[in-house]
């Protein structure tokens, strides 16, 4: 099948893009959106042209490298995938489809559909860890973790830090990402001696990065590739709220 | 040179105690003093960075990705083994030390083995510690599966994302101590040269992704962390961004290679579906758990629907020919046996190259939703690349390259044959012999990185205290600088014509035909000088567009394609070289009716090369293998 | 800055501030809305006017209804501060070529918008009623049998005013904008507070609905049949 492309093409951060149309022909249906671009890029190499820079890594949805706003959305039109796992099928031939990158003032962009995500390093840094080093622990039995609990924890802690919360939000919030750390550490036994400090300080940190206030619209949730709910973000306000008003 | 490894004295049980009792310490003033360069963010990189950082070293982390969390030990999806026996089935460490050396068909060292499993309890609690949701059962404890390669449960997991919530726990470790302003982290650099200076490393040459700039950054030692190098074969389970250069920058810097033809090849991957395949997903083997594998028993049945062949037509070949440890026999066999059916003409799917892997029983046995619960989201992940329901009709599975157990050749402290230079996790070739065992990649990395470089690294940097930090304008570091601005600008101005992935691709044909799941040596010779040829038209037609100073993922890949070039043909040699068929090496010259024939008189060494200089013969140094603990066998599932 | 000063300026306390305020204003509506039904009492207004006496000499209503103009006030300032941050945050204004409405309810995209419009329609609405009231003496004076002290008589300025279609109109429309602001204002006031948990969420958005339903038509169908009934 043919596809028509229209590209968000930057030079770097500090230059103005504009969109570029290509044209792919010889589409197959069994191989996926990346690999679309990678045979574009190889028609453009041999051209002598520069190929489309694009972040990309694992292929298999779980390193969360792939950015890219398929058609205005944040790793495509489907529900709980990454752009990598997004295959030609769910195009016919002779569909236009525009490609950009994922867009919020924290993620400056790097080049075309590369953006700089170091904010959310940043904000992990400021808390999103236990305080235990290495040796220091004890008996992995010793403390037992009610299921549903651990269950939770899991499905907060499936977050591949893709930044498609961020890219999805009219707001270019960075809730979704906070709250599912703070949700997956501060509900475990394990997290809960620095749960005050973890819920200030990464709030702290997402403020200052730049990051939009959530207004609860669940465009985050929607295009979450790992499906993190939005009861994550309200768990964050209710650990910030009580941090605020009962910690030290 | 004489090849040290340096393991301990005593029983094998006691050597790890006994080295620790008796290394060397750093006291803590002068740990603030050293510097110490960790290559990789991997479960062995950030585990290591995030260690030595606590401990007092200064630490600069380097990762080629945008962040730390994303290096590809995120993918590990099955498990992570520990001989904890909370499942009172009789597991200890020393049988999960029996376990992976009888996994590795007899070709890895004993000391270094032990002291994994060993290790392996500590890492369950530290990363329970720091809040990795492992599977838990209703009474709070932590939960088990069985995993290929073992006759007990042994195997801890957090869904289908172990290795994504090992990685994100030692991330987050990583991170913590970078917010602490212990680590300097360096995201989107890529390490291409080591420097050396009186013989000790010293540091590393870093490119910025981002500016195209070289950097110079010194350290009292240099941690490789860099993972494996299956992208050789250009199709692989890795991702698209592995590679080898880290490694192979440090084998030309004088690091010997360790065993470079033992590649793992994973039963249950996808299929290929095409010529524009950039890489192959693997389907955990814990499925192997509850699936049961199977080709029909007669040809004309292949081109059928699977659900309409009858269950008496059904050659379940596994069960058939290894029925103690069946469908949960080790890789390398499973591999094997999957090409052989296929071989015979019994394969399924468009390319007649797949096998089945059928939950039908397991959904009868246990219901749909207890099936769908404990493989997560592997099912969805499946049906979305194929467009086929896996719980109604079987998965179409056949192997792929997933794992080097081979790598920098390295002594019982992770020392490579450079000083100060170390390798860890499965950039090294120590612990997992011809073959590694499911859930011993995470175990191998996470230990590496907390428990054994803190200790042995102090034996070396106990005799650095008094070095001081060395200035980059040191000439070492200049002739380093040097050496890899012209290799980029040789291969950015020579005119060619070709893109990159066309030569990789090349590459990896010529890899996965001859230096694959079964090679000989007339395939051997063949694919070396196909290899040459390919390397010299490389740098002669490999285009690279856009400039040098800006981000140029293009030039990025053409460095690292560069590299496996060369690594292919060293493959090639110690493939030559290796006259028996052990683990993932199979020579098909070398075989008892199709199981492998090892030849431990001749070859129960571990191989490793010393590069000699471009286009020449690299030499081959042997570390005979002691075996004090237990006997040499011919390995059997049977 | 101290710890609330600190509080009040994260993103977290901005969206507090928005969420308390904007859960005071939604009880606010409901005690406006009862009050306004006593339009429909087919006496002449009498219930009507001596509601507004009691609402505007009530000593605890005067104290609640300085709460309410601080509210009002605070909700629509904070809004758009924070709409300005948003904006900024996300990118500017015009973010990506081609836009996605797949995963965003209208009214969550636009509560910025309707929330102007709103303060657009209270200030007229303020204007009309309130300010003619509470400032001028135009309005005339009754005395009802059984009290003893003068009402002004707003029930006849509200059915002057009822008369007008474009003023039916305008009322009408902004009812439909403040249904539309409910809509999302409702259960995401309960979200920002960490009232959301799988057990009565769902109960949270059904009350949501039937409340931006519900009370905007209250309010609507009043200057409707006083134009074409009364």
Same mark, same amino acid.
């Given at each position: ?151 939770? @924890?899991?499905?907060?802690?499936? /977050?591949?830090?893709? #930044? !498609? &919360?961020? %890219?999805? $939000? *009219? ?36 403020? @200052?990065?730049?990051?939009?206030? /959530?207004?609860?619209? #669940? !465009? &985050?949730? %929607?295009? $979450? *590739? ?23 | ?638 | ?230």
């Amino acid at each position: 099948m043919k596809i028509n492309l229209k590209v968000w093409r930057q030079k770097n951060t500090n230059t103005s893009g504009k969109i570029v149309n290509y044209v792919v022909n010889e589409v197959n249906p069994d191989m996926s959106f990346l690999e679309m671009i990678d045979v574009l890029n190889g028609q453009l190499v041999r051209k002598g042209e520069d190929p489309i820079a694009f972040d990309h890594d694992c292929r298999e949805g779980i390193c969360g490298m792939c950015s890219m706003v398929v058609d205005g959305r944040p790793h495509g039109p489907l529900h709980g995938t990454t752009t990598c796992q997004l295959y030609m099928r769910n195009y016919k031939d002779g569909d236009t489809i525009y490609v950009e990158p994922f867009r919020a003032h924290a993620f400056p962009i790097i080049k075309d559909l590369a953006v700089n995500r170091g904010a959310f390093d940043r904000i992990i840094a400021a808390g999103g860890f236990v305080s235990v080093s290495t040796g220091q622990a004890q008996d992995a039995n010793a403390i037992p973790v009610e299921k549903a609990v651990a269950d939770n @924890a899991m499905d907060a802690a499936a /977050c591949i830090g893709c #930044g !498609a &919360c961020v %890219a999805a $939000c *009219p707001n270019g919030s960075a809730m979704l990402f906070t709250a599912a750390k703070v949700s997956h550490l501060n509900q475990l036994p394990q997290g809960k001696a620095e749960a005050t400090r973890r819920a200030l300080n990464m709030v702290k940190q997402m403020d @200052a990065e730049g990051f939009g206030k /959530c207004s609860n619209i #669940g !465009a &985050c949730e %929607a295009e $979450c *590739p790992k499906e993190i709910s939005i009861e994550n973000i309200a768990r964050l306000n209710r650990e910030y709220i009580k941090a605020v008003f009962t910690g030290e | 040179m004489k090849l040290d490894s340096k393991i301990p004295q005593g029983p094998v049980g006691e050597k790890w105690s006994n080295y620790k009792e008796h290394a060397k310490l750093v006291n803590p003033s002068n740990k603030r003093k050293l510097e110490i360069i960790v290559v990789g963010t991997g479960l062995a990189g950030a585990s290591a960075a995030a260690t030595l950082a606590e401990l007092g070293y200064k630490v600069k982390a380097f990762c080629f990705q945008d962040s730390p969390r994303r290096a590809h030990s995120i993918a590990a999806q099955g498990g992570i083994n520990a001989a904890k026996n909370y499942k009172n089935d009789g597991d200890s460490v020393y049988r999960l030390f029996y376990d992976t050396i009888k996994g590795g068909d007899f070709r890895a060292r004993e000391g270094n083995v032990h002291r994994l499993a060993e290790v392996s309890v500590n890492i369950i609690d530290q990363c329970v510690a720091q809040g990795v949701p492992f599977a838990r059962e209703y009474g709070g404890l932590l939960d088990n599966r069985s995993f290929g390669g073992a006759q007990v449960s042994r195997t801890f997991y957090a869904r289908g994302q172990t290795g994504q919530q090992l990685l994100i726990g030692a991330y987050q470790a990583l991170e913590r101590q970078v917010g602490l302003g212990n680590v300097k982290m360096y995201s989107r650099h890529e390490m291409l040269d080591i420097v050396k200076i009186d013989g000790k490393a010293r540091g590393i040459i870093a490119k910025n992704l981002v500016t195209g700039e070289l950097e110079r950054h010194f350290g009292h030692a240099v941690l490789l962390c860099t993972g494996g190098y299956g992208n050789v074969f250009f199709l692989s389970t890795n991702a698209m961004g592995s590679n080898v250069t880290a490694a192979w920058r440090a084998h030309k810097r004088g690091a010997f290679f360790g065993n470079p033809c033992y590649t793992q090849i994973h039963p249950t991957c996808i299929p290929v579906s095409g010529d524009y395949q950039s890489k192959l997903t693997l389907m955990s083997e814990s499925l192997r758990n509850d699936g049961r594998i199977w080709v029909p028993k007669r040809k004309e049945d292949c081109g059928k629907h699977p659900n309409d062949i009858k269950e008496e037509d059904r050659d379940y070949y596994l069960e058939r020919k290894y029925p103690s440890y069946g469908n949960l026999c080790p890789r390398d066999i499973a591999s094997r046996a999957a090409k052989e059916v296929c071989d015979e003409g019994r394969g399924v799917g468009k390319t007649g190259l797949a096998v089945y892997l059928d939950f039908s029983d397991a959904i009868n046995r246990l219901g749909l939703e207890t099936v769908k619960a404990r493989y997560g989201e592997l099912f969805p992940m499946y049906q979305n690349i194929t467009g086929e329901d896996p719980l109604k009709q079987p998965m179409r599975i056949f192997p792929a390259v997933h794992y080097t157990m081979g790598g920098l050749w390295v002594d019982y402290e992770l020392m490579t044959t450079v000083p100060g230079l170390y390798a860890l996790g499965e950039a090294n070739f120590s612990d997992h012999g011809a073959n590694r065992l499911g859930a011993s990649a995470l175990m191998q990395g996470l230990a590496d990185g907390y428990f054994v470089i803190p200790y042995t690294i102090g034996n070396y940097l106990s005799g650095e205290i008094f070095t001081k930090s060395i200035p980059t304008d040191h000439p070492a570091f200049a002739e380093a600088e040097n050496n890899v601005r012209e290799r980029i600008n040789t291969l950015k101005n020579n005119g060619g014509k070709t893109p990159v992935d066309e030569f990789h691709k090349q590459l990896g044909k010529i890899m996965w035909e001859y230096c694959g799941m079964a090679r000989n040596a007339e395939g051997l010779t063949k694919a070396r000088q196909m290899i040459q040829t390919l390397k010299a038209d490389f740098w002669n037609d490999a285009r690279i567009t856009g400039e040098i100073n800006e981000f140029n993922p293009e030039l990025d890949k053409a460095m690292r394609v560069a590299d496996f070039l060369e690594l292919g043909e060293l493959m090639v040699v110690d493939a030559l070289n290796r006259n028996e068929s052990c683990g993932g090496h199979f020579r098909t010259e070398y075989q008892d009716n199709g199981e492998a024939k090892r030849n431990d008189d001749e070859y129960a060494y571990v191989s490793a090369w010393e590069f000699k200089g471009d286009n020449q013969e690299p030499e081959l140094h042997k570390e005979e293998l002691v075996y004090e603990a237990i006997q040499l066998q011919v390995r059997s599932y049977k | 800055m101290n710890w609330f000063q600190s509080f009040l300026v994260s993103s977290l306390g901005q969206k507090i501030v928005m969420s308390l305020t904007g859960l005071f204003l939604t009880i606010f509506l409901i005690v406006h809305l009862v009050g306004n039904l006593q339009l429909l009492h087919d006496d002449g207004g009498q219930a009507f006017n001596l509601y507004s006496y009691f609402m505007t000499h009530n000593p605890l209503i005067k104290t609640v209804s300085y709460l309410l103009y601080t509210g009002i006030i605070l909700h629509t300032i904070q809004g758009l501060s924070l709409w300005r941050q948003n904006r900024k945050a996300a990118g500017g204004m015009k973010r990506y070529v081609k836009t996605s409405t797949a995963t965003s309810s209208f009214a969550g995209r636009n509560m910025a918008w309707l929330g102007i419009l709103i303060f657009i329609f209270l200030v007229i609405h303020l204007k009309d009623f309130w300010y003619v009231m509470k400032f001028t003496s135009q309005l005339e004076m009754i005395t009802y049998p059984g009290q003893d002290h003068e009402v002004k008589n707003l029930y006849q300025l509200v059915s002057v005013e009822f008369k007008e279609l474009w003023v039916v109109v305008i009322y009408s429309i902004s009812m439909v904008v403040l249904a539309f602001h409910l809509l999302h204002g409702f259960t995401s006031a309960f979200q920002t507070i960490g009232a959301n948990h799988p057990k009565y969420m769902t109960l949270i958005k059904v009350v949501g609905k039937l409340y931006a339903f519900l009370i905007p038509i209250g309010f609507a169908i009043i200057p409707i049949i006083f134009y074409c009934c009364k």
